[in-house]
């Protein structure tokens, strides 16, 4: 006896829960209905990712209806019960809720739950708001990959969140992505750098961290800890906005092993002198993406270090991006060469951008970047207007970069763009790849339609033209290119024809 094809698909557990991870969750409420097989196959879509804790707490005990729920009664075992026949279920949390119950409801959890894991299955964990000490409640072995984002306010609250650090390896030994980060007010910050190296130096599997700057303590052993993860592959260290950046030195590199032997992207929010520092104290040889953001006050000669410890260090680099928020002089002379000499050795680099310096940027420049750096398909050199002043890069140089370097993708320049006496003609070949052109600060200082009529020339078809701010004659360009850019095309392949048939004859 054969059945159609369809009763066959749904009747297969993997092809029907496949399925149901396209339905909405009203859809798979209603086949959880259908039948015994359906029902746990719907259940197990609507519960794989729960992004409150509203579901797991409602499933648990009654609720009382007020602005900080509690439960209404202790919870009794066959709670439990209940709970777990949807809890195995679970594979995601994102528990960003906590404040909004009250505190009893955690504890009466803690106190009454049994020995077994509440969620045997569950893979990833995203927890922020609440207090470090709730962490335990949600932590397994099987957990792989941990966001956790606490404040404390008090030395109660640092205590928390010591304990959770110190049980991670223990609770967590197959966590590989780790999202790291405390916003303490100065009465409750304390250092904690002796239990980060502890914690961090037994995670033996973990391949990407994230760690706020207030932890990662730079001239503590927590560095030596990261150099020796045989598996990190991604390594950033980022900035809260209530946090200060402070310099510092990292000590030496120890002198057995070469350190961050698998690491490939790294990001600092750092001073330069100290990025330079730690390109220099370590090996980084399978580094393909650095990015350092300094808050700090810099100064040229620290890009011309960070760029030389670059081409020494990373020479399988091939993304840079630099940026600095200030500098304390203005550009001395003879910096732009020392910069094209530096850069001129990263010959491995794919994309370069640095941002926010006193750079004036002119076409000889420009062209001996991309001269010096054939593999370029990125590049972004955007100085700080207030430093440099207006551009002195002539916008008309983007003809010649049209031949240096066709094959580039997304271009951003600091540009003049008054066309003087520059010729609009269909004979120049534009850019083969470039996907965006971002004119950043640079002022629209000719028409709408001259602008447009010379992009035309220089822009491929289906190039986005990017700007920052508002400016509506820049508006007015984007909108005009696109029909520009078709009529071009269609000139030069007319004059294609015409010389075709002229050779014929």
Known sequence: MSFPASVSVLGTAELLHEIMGYCSPGDNFRNALVSKAW??????????????????VKILAPLQLSLRPAFTR???????????????????????????????????????????????????????????KYIALISHTTITTLHIRVAATNHVDMLAFRGMLMYLPDRTPKLEHLDLALAATPHAHTNISSELHIVLGNLFRLKTLHISVSLFDANSRTLHSLSRLPRLE??????????????????????????????????????LTYATSLLEGYEFIQLRSFTISSGT??????????????????????????QSAGFEEMQPQGSTLA???????????????????????????VSSIMTALPALRTLVLRPDPAAVGPPTLPISALSEFTSIC???????????????DTPITGGNKPFLRLEDLDVGDSPANSSAGELAAFLSGVLPEGCRLSWR?????????????????????????????????????
């Open 406 to 420: 066709p094959q580039m993708t997304n271009l951003s320049l600091y540009m003049d763009t008054t066309l003087v």
């Open 339 to 365: 910069v094209l000499q530096s850069l001129a050795r990263c010959l491995s680099l794919t994309e370069l951008q640095l941002q926010d310096f006193p750079l004036n940027l002119d076409t000889n420049f």
């Open 39 to 56: 029902s746990d196959n719907a259940l197990n879509v609507l519960w794989h990712r729960v992004d409150s804790l509203r579901p797991l």
């Open 297 to 322: 006050q810099e100064t040229i000669q620290s890009l011309v270090n960070i760029l030389e410890a670059v081409a020494v260090n990373c020479l399988k680099l091939a993304c840079l991006v630099v």
């Open 234 to 271: 991604s390594l950033s260290v980022f900035q809260l906005n209530s946090e200060l950046q402070e310099d510092a030195t990292p000590y030496p590199a120890p002198s057995s092993g070469t350190g961050f032997s698998s690491l490939t992207s790294l990001r600092l929010t750092h001073s």
């Open 469 to 505: 701010g508002f400016p509506p004659r820049w508006a007015s360009v984007a909108d005009l290119l696109p029909t520009l850019i078709r009529i071009r095309k269609a000139e030069q392949a007319m004059i294609n024809c015409q010389a075709k048939h002229t050779d014929i004859l």
């Open 74 to 132: 202790p919870i009794i075992p066959i709670d439990w019960a209940g709970f777990r026949k949807y809890s195995w279920r679970v594979h995601e949390i994102k528990a960003h809720d906590w404040l909004q119950y009250d505190g009893s409801i955690f504890v009466d959890m803690a106190f009454s739950r049994p020995s077994y894991d509440l969620f045997p299955h569950l893979r990833s964990v995203d927890f922020e708001g609440g207090s470090a």
